[in-house]
Structure formats: structure tokens, C-alpha cells
């Protein structure tokens, strides 16, 4: 953490986020602790944030074309676009204006692409957003940021509404609960010490002290040229609550929230003659893949949660 003198509305933006992300997800604690008491690192601080990632709804006002306002405001540079066909999704990566800040990796849900009736009920809620909220906010005020960036931009789902989302769309019913919380945070792997700084030592050191692991496309996603490896934990359940209809109270449900993310980039080929002391993130593998994308997002998906 950047001390509050020298700090830049980008900084509060990333420290508020990171702030409510870690109260509201166990495991980043957790994670924090197992290191620490293996003595893979002295402090929190010693993690590098590979990247951060959000979900947003592809509707009027909102989605991609108006949450990446707040970032490229801030210096981030849009970067590769990724389709995911079949769960309906396009996504970005944004690179940092400076490399100590993480990735940013933002993806949308294609609302046109669902049912009839999924689509009514996502506009039943997000319709109510007339106008972009990003264009209200002064973006150079980090405390506003922040606290728009953990608000509801629409009414609570009913608990029936969820559900029938769940059965077409996993990504839908946890967006239009979970808004723009955080999904994940990610620990870039290679930078840990010997003997944990590859994905496979680290997932190993993980499943030893019993973290509940995303086993979708095998517990360690691996891009075709091998150079980007990854691995997450299982959202952890949060109590939600939820609308009550005509005037019947709250219905509480456990939901999925939130998870950490675990990735391993490595040196390129033209870089491998360096000394492991001159490394920087310019000589490792950029950007993101799509069928490693793909299965992360399955963290939060009830095939895992209900394991």
C-alpha cells in the first residue's frame, strides 16, 4: 500500500477495491497467511497483483463501453479483445500506465445473445439506469471512484429472478447480484521465492494446506505456447440477500462471491540469457488466452461451488 500523501486517485480507486474485495473473500486472507507462515513472503506487500478482473452487463449505458472510462481515464491502455462463444462473453485487457500497477481484464455479457426471458429480466433491473454513471462521477476524485464502484446501480434481484438466470447464464446472476464487485485478484506466481514460483510448486503448496481449487479444464489452465499458467480457488459461498416480493420479506440464499487467481507468466524465449535479477515484466508472456479465460470464469459456477 502507497501511504496517503503520495497517493494518486488511481491508487485509492485499486486499495479501496482490494480493501472490500479482501473483507469479503476469506481465502485472500487465508492465502496471505499459509505464505506467510511458510515464509514465502515477509508481508502482504511482497505479492505482486498480476491483474484484477470485473464483469459487467452489455446493455444501454452501461457495460464495457462505459465502465473502461474509469481506467483509461487513469492511464490504462485498451489491449486484446476476447470472445467466448459459448458463454456469451466478450472481454479486454487493459495494460497499466505504469508496470506496478496490475492488469485490468474486463469482460461483458452479450445480453442479445440470451433468451427472450433472461433478457427481460436483466433490463428489468439495469432500465432503470437512464443515463451512463461514469459520466456523473469526477474520475479525478479516487474516494468517489471507489465508493461508486461498490454501490448498487440497480434494485436487488428477487431471489426467483436469480435462479432463473442461474439455469441459463452462471455469469448473469452473479453480476446482477454482485455488480461491479471485484472477481478476482491474481498473485503473479513467478515472482515468489524458489520452490513456489511455478504454477505447479504453488498449486501443490495450495492443496497442501487445503484450498478448494477450480478444477474446470484441469486444476492448472496452460495457453497453446505454455508460457501462461494459471489457476484459481473456488468462489467461496456468501449469504445473499435478496428481494422479497409483494411485500414478503428478504429471502437469503447462498451465492457464489468472489476468488483469488493464481498466474505464472514466463520469460520469453528471446529473454531466457537474462539473469533472473534483471527480469521485468516486459520480458514475460503478455496479455491474456481465452481458453484459460474461459475456465477461470467457471470459479464462481455451481459446477465448482457445489463440489
Known amino acids: 500500500m502507497l501511504t496517503t500523501s503520495s497517493q494518486t486517485p488511481l491508487d485509492t ?4 477495491l482490494m480493501r472490500r474485495y479482501s473483507e469479503r473473500v476469506p481465502d485472500v486472507q487465508n492465502v496471505f497467511n499459509a505464505m506467510l507462515d511458510a515464509g514465502i513472503i515477509q508481508s502482504a506487500g511482497d505479492v505482486e497483483n498480476d491483474h484484477v478482473a470485473f464483469r459487467t452487463m452489455g446493455v444501454p449505458n452501461l457495460g464495457l463501453a462505459s465502465f473502461e472510462k474509469v481506467f ?27 508496470p506496478h500497477y496490475p492488469r485490468i481484464f474486463a469482460s461483458e455479457l452479450r445480453v442479445d445473445d440470451l433468451s427472450s426471458e433472461a433478457q427481460r429480466i436483466i433490463h428489468r433491473y439495469t432500465s432503470s439506469v437512464n443515463s451512463d454513471p461514469v459520466d456523473a462521477l469526477n474520475l479525478d476524485d479516487g474516494a468517489a471512484v471507489d465508493q461508486f464502484l461498490h454501490q448498487p446501480l440497480w434494485k436487488t434481484p428477487t431471489l426467483s429472478d436469480y435462479k432463473t438466470l ?13 455488480r461491479y464487485y471485484l472477481n478476482h485478484f491474481t498473485i503473479s506466481v513467478h515472482n515468489l521465492k524458489p520452490g513456489y514460483n511455478t504454477i505447479e510448486e504453488f498449486v501443490q503448496f495450495l492443496e497442501n494446506r487445503g484450498f478448494r481449487l477450480n478444477s474446470a479444464g484441469g486444476t492448472i489452465k496452460i495457453s497453446p505456447d505454455e508460457n501462461l499458467r494459471q489457476a484459481s480457488t473456488v468462489a467461496q459461498l456468501i449469504d445473499a440477500e435478496f428481494a422479497g416480493g409483494a411485500g414478503l420479506p428478504a429471502d437469503i440464499y447462498r451465492i457464489a462471491g468472489s476468488y483469488v487467481e493464481f498466474a ?12 533472473a535479477s534483471q527480469l521485468a515484466r516486459k520480458h514475460r508472456r503478455e496479455g491474456f488466452e481465452t481458453g484459460n ?14 463440489k
Open 166 to 178: 442461474l439455469q441459463e447464464s452462471e455469469y448473469a446472476a452473479w453480476v446482477i447480484y454482485n
Open 13 to 16: 480507486v485499486l486499495n479501496g
Open 72 to 98: 483509461l481515464h487513469y492511464g490504462y491502455e485498451r489491449r486484446d479483445e476476447y470472445n467466448f462463444i459459448e458463454k456469451k462473453l466478450t472481454a479486454y485487457w487493459y495494460a497499466p500506465p505504469e
Open 293 to 306: 479465460a474461459d475456465k477461470i470464469f467457471e470459479s464462481t459456477f455451481t459446477t465448482q461451488t457445489g
Open 264 to 275: 505464472e507468466r514466463r520469460v520469453l524465449p528471446q529473454f531466457q540469457h537474462l539473469p
